[in-house]
Each structure stands twice: as C-alpha cells, then as structure tokens.
Nanobody, 125 residues
Framework: EVQLQACGGGLVQAGGSLRLSCATS????????IGWFRQAPGKQREGVAG???????YYGESVRGRFTISSDNAKKTVYLQMNNLKLEDTAVYYC???????????????????WGQGTQVTVSS
C-alpha cells in the first residue's frame, strides 16, 4: 500500500523558512512523480512543485525562486524547502504521488494517484 506522510508545517513569520518532508512507503522509489500541493481556505488546490524519479523538477509560478523540491532516495523522502515565505503561502500542504508516467502538467491538474494527509503552514506578518 502506497503511503505518504507529510510533516514539517508550522507557524512562521513572513520572510522566514520551513522545510516540509514527505516520507513514502509501499512502493519502489522509482518511476514516480511526487508533488507538493496546497489549498488555502476558499481557494482551489494548487500544484506547488513536483519532482520525478529522473530528477526533473517543476515549480508553480508563485513559488519559483523561493521553494526547492528535492528527494533522498535512501530515505524515500521528498522535501520542500520554502524560503522567503509570504502571507499568501498560508495553506494546508499535501504531498502526492503518481506512477502513470504522465507529465507534471497533466497530473498536477488532473490529479495524482495517491495522497498523503496535509500539514498546515501559516505565515504571519
């Protein structure tokens, strides 16, 4: 069974940093696309960043240059380093995995196969 466990959220002041972790299990850490998504109250879910097992990385326009996605194959964990956080980054962040081989653009809009629970990120002024 594919499992994804997100953690690392919290309360941080604007301009600060957080690192989210997505620990995975139940699948060979290969042939995947793993992404971070977020959803703020009253807003649609947004694809924040994605990474493939080939090492390709993708970022949403609103976080490009501030967030970095990375993976540790030995730990089967994907990270999201978030720097220079802004008030508008406040949301519940989810990690998700997909094994269909579809493009990031497609899966980030159509939906990923497996989802973890969310972790709250709150940015204060």
């Amino acid at each position: 069974e594919v499992q994804l466990q997100a953690c690392g959220g919290g309360l941080v002041q604007a301009g600060g940093s957080l690192r989210l972790s997505c620990a995975t299990s139940g699948f060979t850490f290969d042939g995947y696309t793993i992404g971070w998504f977020r959803q703020a109250p009253g807003k649609q879910r947004e694809g924040v960043a994605g990474i493939t097992s080939d090492g390709d990385r993708y970022y949403g326009e609103s976080v490009r240059g501030r967030f970095t996605i990375s993976s540790d194959n030995a730990k089967k964990t994907v990270y999201l380093q978030m720097n220079n956080l802004k008030l508008e980054d406040t949301a519940v962040y989810y990690c998700a995995a997909d094994f269909t081989g579809s493009t990031w653009y497609y899966v980030s809009h159509a939906g990923m196969q497996h989802w973890g629970q969310g972790t709250q990120v709150t940015v204060s002024s």
